[in-house]
């Protein structure tokens, strides 16, 4: 259990409709990552958060957003889903934004269909 | 942008066997590397990681892998695997190019060890 939690474990839901997905960091961590993994894309960054404020952006669609709490925990958003938005969606935290050692959560699998 | 290569991507040994997973990377200024390992159905979970220092570094579970600078290569070794090593393999790199912490993942190694 590396203590970053993510709900919901899994997510069925129809392509045009909006989802959010949840994360718990680490306690203490204050940066979180989102990550996408799916077969033909393999794992890709999507953004990161340090402590409330939007630190790095990577391939993230604009349909996408996410935030992060004063508790710390983010929500990730994903808005006007197609089917090709199916995949495991993961979350990481570390200490801080500098500091390189990701821990990640179970994830959250989404089936758009 | 970063990019990350693990030529392997399913390995097939037997108990015992020697493991050697290949990872390159594109990016010739300071980096950061990873190994990750997701067994099934569990989260990624951190194998072992180079930051400076000796190349040679070791991880977990008997885990080691080799940084060379100049092959762009951060492969990962294990003398003699096991059936719960059955698992996939991710290579991983953080750089300096963007001031960012994200990870850049190579596209798995699919490990399955026959008893």
């Known amino acids: 259990d590396s203590g970053v939690t993510q709900t919901p474990k899994h997510l069925i839901t129809a392509t045009g409709q909006r989802v959010t997905l949840r994360c718990s960091p680490r306690?203490?961590?204050?940066?979180v990552y989102w990550y996408q993994q799916s077969l033909d894309q393999g794992l890709q960054f999507l953004i990161q958060y340090y402590n409330g404020e939007e630190r790095a952006k990577g391939n993230i669609l604009e349909r996408f957003s996410a935030q992060q709490f004063p508790d710390l925990h983010s929500e990730l958003n994903l808005s006007s889903l197609e089917l090709g938005d199916s995949a495991l969606y993961f979350c990481?935290?570390?200490?801080?934004?500098?500091?390189?050692?990701?821990?990640f959560g179970p994830g959250t699998r989404l089936t758009v269909t | 942008a970063q990019s990350v290569s693990q030529h392997n991507h399913h390995v097939i040994l037997s108990e015992a066997a020697s493991l050697e997973l290949g990872c390159n990377y594109s990016?010739?200024?300071?980096?950061?590397l990873f190994w990750y390992v997701q067994y099934p159905g569990q989260h990624l979970q951190l194998l072992l990681k180079?930051?400076?220092?000796?190349?040679l570094v070791k991880g977990i579970k008997g885990f080691e892998a080799e940084f060379i600078k100049s092959k762009f290569s951060f492969n990962l070794r294990k003398p003699s695997v096991q059936w719960s090593d059955t698992a996939e393999y991710f290579c991983a790199v953080t750089d300096d190019q963007t001031g960012a912490n994200n990870l850049f993942f190579g596209t798995g190694t699919r490990l399955t060890v026959i008893p």
């Open positions: 306690s203490g961590d204050l940066s």
């Open positions: 990481a935290s570390s200490v801080s934004a500098a500091y390189y050692e990701q821990y």
């Open positions: 990016y010739g200024g300071t980096v950061n």
């Open positions: 180079y930051f400076s220092g000796d190349p």
